[in-house]
Nanobody, 116 residues
Framework: EVQLVESGGGLVQPGGSLSLSCAASSFTFSSYYMNWVRQAPGKGLEWVSSISGGGGRLYYADSVKGRFAVSRDNSKNTLYLQMSSLKPEDTALYYC?????????WGKGTLVTVSS
């Protein structure tokens, strides 16, 4: 069974940094684009970033471009999101999502709260 398990969320002050991880299992991780998607309290889903299977193609939402960096370690089946210059509006539940003809598998999410 495909599993995606996020970790690394927490409370951080505005301007701070945080690093998220997503451990993947039960599929050939390197063969898939992976995504980060977030949902702020009371709002809809927002795509944040994507990375190709080999890690050579990176994509970001305008709202996080220049502040967030997506990466992956295929030897460890792990996806990462390095977040810096965090703002209160980055507060959300962050999901790790596999992509194949659509976002087909989602983790349970990790909560990031940006507040002083």
């Amino acid at each position: 069974e495909v599993q995606l398990v996020e970790s690394g969320g927490g409370l951080v002050q505005p301007g701070g940094s945080l690093s998220l991880s997503c451990a993947a299992s039960s599929f050939t991780f390197s063969s898939y684009y992976m995504n980060w998607v977030r949902q702020a309290p009371g709002k809809g889903l927002e795509w944040v970033s994507s990375i190709s299977g080999g890690g050579g193609r990176l994509y970001y939402a305008d709202s996080v471009k220049g502040r967030f960096a997506v990466s992956r370690d295929n030897s460890k089946n792990t996806l990462y999101l390095q977040m810096s210059s965090l703002k209160p509006e980055d507060t959300a539940l962050y999901y790790c999502v596999r992509y194949q003809n659509g976002m087909d598998y989602w983790g349970k999410g990790t909560l990031v709260t940006v507040s002083s």
